[in-house]
């Protein structure tokens, strides 16, 4: 069974930093692309990243370019997000998600990991 | 960026009805667009990949068609567990955006 799951969410202060981590199981990680995907409550769903499966092609939202970073270890099954410089507006679950290339569907997603940005 | 519009962003229909869900992307995206079903409180889920192609295990009451700038989503005969909201998304650049999402609460 193909699984992703996110750790890393929590409360941070606006201009704080966090890292995300997503696990993946059930399926070969090095074949796959990789985003991150987020959703404000109650909000709809904004794309963050994304990341070819070789880390030769990496795409940003403008919302986060410069502030964030995606990267992979294909060794450990494991896609990050690095998240600095954290606005309120950054608050939100973030998802990840799999993908067959960085220009394709999303599925499956993990649960999310619930990030909080306020003084 | 491309942008995709959806409509209606709300909808009530009752058990049996058919559901016509439409996205317009902001410029010609062929057919590289999906839809996604997010239950209550639940992860979003696949639902079509490139316009028309059903993801596996997904009920066949669920069709999608388009391509250019305008896409549909059908349910044929809505059920009570297709509430949920719906959204497309464009696959043919990045970054990927999606739709603003349509409600379907079934009355």
């Known amino acids: 069974e193909v699984q992703l799951v996110e750790s890393g969410g929590g409360w941070v202060q606006p201009g704080g930093s966090l890292r995300l981590s997503c696990e993946a199981s059930g399926f070969k990680f090095e074949s796959y692309a990789m985003h991150w995907v987020r959703q404000a409550p109650g909000k709809g769903l904004e794309w963050v990243s994304g990341i070819s499966w070789n880390s030769n092609s990496i795409n940003y939202a403008d919302s986060v370019r410069g502030r964030f970073t995606i990267s992979r270890d294909n060794a450990k099954n494991s896609l990050y997000l690095e998240m600095n410089s954290l606005r309120p507006e950054d608050s939100a679950l973030y998802h990840c998600s799999r993908g067959p290339t960085t220009v394709d569907w999303l599925d499956p997603w993990g649960q999310g990991t619930l990030v909080t940005v306020s003084s | 960026d491309i942008q995709m519009t959806q409509s209606p962003s709300a909808l009530s229909p009752s058990v049996g009805d058919r559901v016509t869900i439409s996205c317009r992307a902001s410029q010609d995206i062929r057919d590289n667009i999906n839809w996604y079903q997010q239950q209550p409180g639940k992860t979003p889920k696949l639902l079509i990949f490139?316009?028309?192609t059903l993801r596996g295990g997904v009920p066949s009451r669920f069709s999608g068609s388009g391509s250019g700038t305008d896409f549909t989503l059908t349910i044929t005969s809505v059920q009570p567990e297709d509430s949920a909201t719906y959204y497309c998304?464009?696959?043919?650049?990045?970054?990927?955006?999606f739709g603003g999402g349509t409600k379907v609460e079934i009355k």
């Open positions: 998304q464009q696959s043919y650049s990045t970054p990927l955006t």
């Open positions: 490139a316009a028309s």
